[in-house]
T-cell receptor, first 115, second 107 residues
Framework: NAGVTQTPKFRVLKTGQSMTLLCAQD?????MYWYRQDPGMGLRLIHY???????AKGEVPDGYNVSRLKKQNFLLGLESAAPSQTSVYFC??????????????FGSGTRLTVV | KNEVEQSPQNLTAQEGEFITINCSYS?????LHWLQQHPGGGIVSLFM???GKKKHGRLIATINIQEKHSSLHITASHPRDSAVYIC?????????FGQGTRLTINP
């Protein structure tokens, strides 16, 4: 099915460990985004990409790195996980930064716990 | 003050009731999105609108650009409508999200 696929869906990390979250979309969208969702804070933008090979910082980029080597994939890395990074992470994609005609498509989320 | 405010934060209603969720924003926008998130689930885009009104099934979304206000209405509500509804406004290159409205529809 067309859409945005996130892997893994759940993960528990120990403080200091590293991991990579993968986001893949098959809609040929130029723009991709990583958000985190925390209780009482709404969704906040971590990093985004306006095309293959490009990345940019969002509101809360510290502690995260991203890469967009292929148009369909957007990777979010945590080099040294901290308990403050316990959150639900959502990836999204769109044709344009204004959402274009069809708005945004979101993945199903990754629930990450750092202990 | 948040750039996007939703009200109410929580809403409980009986099946069949007419539901209204409000969203006010303080920034200039090019579009406004309504999103739905079921418990433990992903986020689904319901509407994207920049003026007027849109309808999809039992859901209706309206926006008043001059008043910087949008409403999401659900007619003949059903327990399967229970979810968090999120308003997001499109600024320059990014979405700004409200904190969401948790809707519970009891049978």
């Amino acid at each position: 099915n067309a859409g945005v696929t996130q892997t893994p869906k759940f993960r528990v990390l120990k403080t200091g460990q590293s991991m990579t979250l993968l986001c893949a979309q098959d809609m040929n969208h130029e723009y991709m985004y990583w958000y985190r969702q925390d209780p009482g804070m709404g969704l906040r933008l971590i990093h985004y990409s306006v095309g293959e090979g490009t990345t940019a910082k969002g509101e809360v980029p510290d502690g995260y790195n991203v890469s967009r080597l292929k148009k369909q994939n957007f990777l979010l890395g945590l080099e040294s996980a901290a308990p403050s990074q316990t959150s639900v992470y959502f990836c999204a994609s769109s044709y344009s930064t204004t959402g274009g005609l069809y708005g945004y498509t979101f993945g199903s989320g990754t629930r990450l716990t750092v202990v | 003050k948040n750039e996007v405010e939703q009200s109410p934060q929580n809403l409980t209603a009986q099946e069949g009731e007419f539901i209204t969720i409000n969203c006010s924003y303080s920034v200039g926008i090019s579009a406004l999105h309504w999103l739905q998130q079921h418990p433990g689930g992903g986020i689904v885009s319901l509407f994207m609108l920049s003026s007027g009104k849109k309808k999809h099934g039992r859901l209706i979304a309206t926006i008043n650009i001059q008043e910087k206000h949008s409403s999401l209405h659900i007619t003949a509500s059903h327990p399967r409508d229970s979810a968090v509804y999120i308003c997001a406004v499109q600024g320059a290159q990014k979405l700004v999200f409200g904190q969401g409205t948790r809707l519970t529809i009891n049978p």
